[in-house]
Nanobody, 116 residues
Framework: QVQLVESGGGLVQAGGSLRLSCAAS????????MGWYRQAPGKSRELVAA???????NYADSVKGRFTISRDNAKNTVYLQMNSLKPEDTAVYYC??????????WGQGTQVTVSS
């Protein structure tokens, strides 16, 4: 089992920045990739960014150039630096971990609200 705890959400004005953190515990040796997803009201959950244990990254087109995902393997933590935030970035952000055998684990979610 893998436990994920997110932090760092909040309210920010458009153009501002936030950094989300996700600390993993439990069977962390089994984690291959970690990522951030988001879900806005009335919409499906979507991938925001992901990073593998080797450091390869993947971003949604809507956040490229504004968001940066990184991970500190020593701290078992993944970060999402969000700059130039827009009102359409408002959503609940979920941390995700995928193990080498394809099992998925989710955090509880953290609210990000961007005011115009």
């Amino acid at each position: 089992q893998v436990q994920l705890v997110e932090s760092g959400g909040g309210l920010v004005q458009a153009g501002g920045s936030l950094r989300l953190s996700c600390a993993a515990s439990g069977s962390i040796f089994s984690i291959n990739a970690m990522g951030w997803y988001r879900q806005a009201p009335g919409k499906s959950r979507e991938l925001v960014a992901a990073i593998t244990r080797a450091g390869s990254t993947n971003y949604a087109d809507s956040v490229k150039g504004r968001f940066t995902i990184s991970r500190d393997n020593a701290k078992n933590t993944v970060y999402l630096q969000m700059n130039s935030l827009k009102p359409e970035d408002t959503a609940v952000y979920y941390c995700n971990a995928e193990t080498r055998i394809g099992r998925l684990f989710w955090g509880q979610g953290t609210q990000v609200t961007v005011s115009s």
